[in-house]
């Protein structure tokens, strides 16, 4: 069978197995020779990719319990984040942060450290406090901070390397409601305060168009309960779409385009619960790369790739997205050093994307970035090791989880064999 990633950058020719119990899927690994899981394939990097065996969750059966505290749920590692949060939400509970995507598994996005916006919110990893899975033998395990502990802390960001993780014991809050409110501001307006603007709201993030002085700036904040926003998108899809089209058959317009684009109203309110607010619908196909920046060169960083794409009248399409994310203490985490901004360049599907991106992270690694591992990079087993201090103790962890490679594919072979 065939499969392949969101945006059809990443396929593979292999089996697709979606058991449908525990002992089912360690009936799978033990068979398998080298597999791979997949969730919604919202990874642009080959993680997924296997020529033998790709499971999928999707079928597991499993329900979310709350913790008699009421402050972890464990939940079922192949949910997707749209449908635990609706779930939590039943419960009176949420996440205290989430990305504006949330088809992803809870599992996938843990697993490579996706995160939403905010200077005191971590990644996704940072929630959690424990999990459920069946190693490269076939057997069940646990690992939290105390059980198993040095593969509890390779596992919080564990790109699929020591088993397949059928639960996770997640932190939540209680429930609550976001007011959102989208609106177009000058980029050297917000150049010069986005760092009060991050302190004073919630969640701040923007979207940069390189051929256009001006941004999209959304900010959320918490607010009085109220009921769900009805669907909208935050510009014309249609109109956009058309644009795109335009561009990649005629790049040299891209310019104008954008510039024209961004004359027309953008701006938009809503409330609602948080699960509700937080994502975006992504229908249009793209490739991406982001980038997780120091925070304080997060600015001077974007500045200079948006000024290299001008000089050169380069078709990037997309707009830059712009975030800050809090640090943590994950031992591959682009977060680890430090609390960073996330700088994330995106390219049209149907417009080649490759010499750009190469061109682009020359920059970001230069200013001291390290990238989102389900996101374009380049890295090397080197650079993974210059990166990353806790990289010996990670690999060493993984050969004794997986001693044979089982759950390796090259890409990963390739990091961290």
Same mark, same amino acid.
């Given at each position: ?45 080959? *993680?997924?990719?296997?020529?033998? &065996?790709?499971?999928? =969750?999707?079928?597991?059966?499993? /329900? $979310?319990? @709350? #913790? ?82 040095? *593969?509890?802390?390779?596992?919080? &960001?564990?790109?699929? =390397?020591?088993?397949?993780?059928? /639960? $996770?014991? @997640? #932190? ?246």
């Amino acid at each position: 069978m065939s499969w392949s990633n969101w945006s059809g950058s990443v396929a593979a020719r292999a089996a697709i197995a979606r058991p449908q119990s525990e002992d089912e899927l360690a009936a799978l690994i033990r068979g398998a020779h080298r597999l791979r899981v997949a969730g919604a394939g919202h990874s642009f990097m080959p *993680l997924c990719e296997s020529d033998e &065996l790709i499971v999928s =969750l999707d079928a597991m059966p499993g /329900e $979310i319990r @709350v #913790a008699p505290d009421r402050r972890t749920a464990r939940i079922p590692a192949g949910w997707s984040i749209r449908r635990l949060t609706a779930a939590l939400w039943d419960h009176g509970l949420a996440l205290a942060n989430q990305g504006d995507v949330n088809p992803q598994s809870l599992a996938g996005a843990m697993a490579t450290g996706t995160h939403g916006t905010g200077i005191d919110l971590g990644s996704l990893s940072t929630f959690a406090r424990g999990f459920r899975f069946v190693d490269a033998a076939g057997e069940v395990h646990w690992c939290d901070a105390q059980t198993n502990a040095d *593969l509890y802390q390779a596992q919080r &960001l564990s790109l699929g =390397l020591f088993g397949v993780v059928t /639960e $996770i014991d @997640v #932190a939540v809050v209680p429930a609550f409601h976001l007011a959102e409110r989208i609106e177009k501001r000058r980029w050297a307006e917000v150049r010069e305060s986005y760092d009060a603007l991050a302190q004073r709201h919630r969640h701040v993030e923007f979207w940069f168009f390189p051929h256009s002085d001006q941004v999209i700036l959304k900010t959320l904040d918490p607010c009085d309960p109220c009921d769900p926003p009805p669907t909208t998108t935050d510009m014309e899809e249609a109109t956009f779409r058309r644009i795109l089209n335009v561009s990649a058959r005629l790049p040299f317009l891209t310019p104008f385009l954008q510039r024209l684009m961004m004359k027309s109203p953008i701006a938009g309110r809503r409330r609602g619960p948080a699960h509700c607010i937080f994502p975006s619908d992504r229908t249009i196909r793209f490739e991406e790369m982001e980038y997780e920046m120091p925070r304080a060169v997060g600015l001077e960083t974007l500045e200079e790739v948006v000024g290299w794409i001008r000089r050169k009248r380069l078709p990037v399409t997309f707009p830059f997205e712009y975030r800050s994310v809090a640090a943590d203490d994950i031992w591959m985490s682009p977060m680890n050093a430090g609390p960073v901004a996330a700088i994330s360049m995106h390219q049209y599907a149907k417009i080649p994307w490759q010499n750009l991106f190469a061109e682009a992270e020359a920059i970001f690694r230069g200013h001291g970035g390290r990238p989102h591992w389900a996101k374009r990079h380049s890295l090397t087993r080197a650079d993974v090791a210059t990166l990353y201090p806790m990289a010996p103790r990670y690999i060493a962890v993984r050969r004794a989880a997986d001693p044979a490679g089982k759950f390796l594919n090259p890409h990963l072979e390739s990091l961290f064999a």
